[in-house]
Each structure stands twice: as structure tokens, then as C-alpha cells.
């Protein structure tokens, strides 16, 4: 069920696109103008000079620092396009775990990297991760990730060069992303693009969605009874005919009910497993639904 329009306003998405905003006016005051000149040891973007020094809270500060409008405008709608549906398919909790915890892991390999630049590579492509990290990309780049596994075969259009319209399923986009960030690991040049946090973010995307959360997110209770091992019935020794047939119809209930469970709903939660909630037919669909309400009453 989508939540309504009052309460989409004040989702945790519309909330970080609005700190995000605010964040890069204070930033180009607290700078001295646009674009933001940001140095190598600053308190706020992240560096390993700076977690060297104990500037732990870099992993958080420079995720809402951007070099320029461009920067910025992507990763706010990034975060716009994919977050509203992580959000609304994980909760907000997950949601603002999997963004953060992107971003944090992703800026801790690119700081790594730099780290390792400046004390052993001596080329132009070792020293191109020697520099500050700044942006949201790679919590962003963590919720495409997210958006991916979660609906692998859904379509979205895009527009290449902002002109031409694209379709491509959030599988394949995923895969460009990645590819892309990839290439600018191994073929850095100039770009001063932060592509091993991008890489990260991409990461532990997956890992969340993969291992943290996996398929039961819409359906925990249905999980919890997959697990659970069979009951047994227990024999009752008694001569009384209305306890015998208490027992059998309680024990034709429960039959009735793993039989159900294990003939309709179990392919479809493998269905959910391998291609994601919105692969289901409507049929399928109420089944689930009803096996939900069934649960429910048990």
C-alpha cells in the first residue's frame, strides 16, 4: 500500500534531499563562495589524513558535501528516483541503513585507497585517490544497488545525454553503474571521480539486500513458518470419541494448512526470491494474501 501524499512529504528520501540542499548552501558560505574550495586535512570532507587524526565523524559530514551544482543535482535525483522505493519496500529504518551505511563504507575504501596512494604508489594513477572525498554517491549508488536486487526486472527509462530516452532494466543499470565505476578504478586519469567509493556504495547494496534482509521483507511471518521445523501429532490415549474427534480435526487442519503452505505458497515466495515482489500475477497476489490472513488466525 503507498503511503499518502502527507506522509511521502515527510518521508526520510524528501528529508535527506532537503538536508542535502541546505547542507550545500551552508557549505559554499562556510567556504567562501562557489564552487566550494575544499583542501586536503579539512574537518568535514573525508580523508585518511583525517581518520588518521580521529575525524571519524568524516564518514557521515562528507556525504552532504558536494564539489558543485551538477554533483549535487545527480545525486539528489538519484536519490529521488531510487530511494522513495527502497524506502517504501524496506522501511525507514533499513532504508536510512543501507543509504548511510553505503555511503560510510564506500568513503572508507576511497580513504584506504588514498591512504595507500600517498604512502606507496608513486604514479599519476596511484595519487588520484590521494584527494578528499565529497557527495552522496556512494549511498546513493548503495540504493541503486538495493533498487536492483529488489526489482531486478523492473524497467526504467532514462536519457542518455539528457536527450535521448533509454530502456533498461535495474538489472543492467546496476551492471553499467558498476562497469563504470569499475573503469574508473582501474583507469582513473583526471576525473577526480570518487570511483572506489562508488564501487563500495555498490557493494554493500548488495550485501544489505542479499544477506541482511534477502526476500522476506513483505512476508516475515510467512518466513518464520518456512523455518519452523513440522509439528507432531501426538497420539492421546483416551477412550472419549469427542476428544478423538478434536484430535483428528485438529490434526486435518494443520495438514490442510502445511499442504497449503508447501503447494501454493512456497513457489511463489521462490518466485519473490528470484525475480522480485512485482513478478507476481494477481493470482498470485491474493494468494498470498490469504495465506497472510490464515497465518494471521492460527
Known amino acids: 500500500m503507498r503511503e499518502s501524499s502527507f506522509e511521502a512529504r515527510r518521508s526520510a528520501t524528501m528529508v535527506l534531499l532537503i538536508a542535502n540542499v541546505i547542507a550545500f548552501f551552508l557549505e559554499c558560505f562556510y567556504y567562501g563562495g562557489y564552487p566550494p574550495i575544499i583542501h586536503r586535512g579539512d574537518y568535514l570532507a573525508l580523508s585518511w589524513d583525517g581518520l588518521t587524526h580521529g575525524y571519524v565523524w568524516q564518514l557521515i559530514t562528507f556525504q552532504f558535501l558536494h564539489a558543485g551544482i551538477l554533483h549535487l543535482l545527480f545525486n539528489c535525483w538519484t536519490l529521488y528516483v531510487f530511494g522513495r522505493e527502497v524506502e517504501e519496500t524496506l522501511g525507514v529504518k533499513k532504508f536510512l541503513t543501507v543509504y ?33 572525498a565529497v557527495g552522496a554517491s556512494a549511498g546513493c549508488f548503495g540504493l541503486v544497488a538495493a533498487f536492483a536486487m529488489l526489482y531486478p526486472e523492473r524497467p526504467l527509462m532514462l536519457l542518455l545525454f539528457l536527450i535521448i530516452p533509454v530502456s533498461m532494466r535495474a538489472k543492467f543499470l546496476l551492471l553499467f553503474f558498476t562497469l563504470l565505476a569499475l573503469f574508473g578504478v582501474l ?56 476428544l478423538r474427534a478434536r484430535v483428528k480435526s485438529g490434526t486435518t487442519d494443520v495438514q490442510a494448512a502445511e499442504d497449503f503452505l508447501s503447494k501454493e505458497v512456497d513457489p511463489i515466495l521462490d518466485k519473490i526470491s528470484a525475480h522480485g515482489i512485482q513478478s507476481l500475477t494477481e493470482r498470485e497476489r491474493r494468494i498470498l494474501e490469504a495465506a497472510r490472513e490464515r497465518m494471521g488466525k492460527r
Open 100 to 132: 548511510f551505511a553505503s555511503g560510510a563504507i564506500g568513503g572508507l575504501l576511497q580513504a584506504i585507497a588514498g591512504g595507500l596512494a600517498l604512502h606507496f604508489a608513486k604514479s599519476d594513477w596511484g595519487l588520484s585517490f590521494a584527494g578528499s
Open 187 to 242: 583507469f582513473p586519469g583526471d576525473r577526480h571521480t570518487a570511483d572506489v567509493a562508488h564501487l563500495g556504495g555498490i557493494i554493500t547494496g548488495l550485501v544489505f539486500v542479499r544477506y541482511a534482509i534477502h526476500w522476506n521483507l513483505h512476508w516475515p511471518r510467512l518466513r518464520r513458518i518456512r523455518s519452523t521445523p513440522p509439528r507432531r501429532l501426538v497420539k492421546v490415549n483416551s477412550g472419549a470419541s469427542g
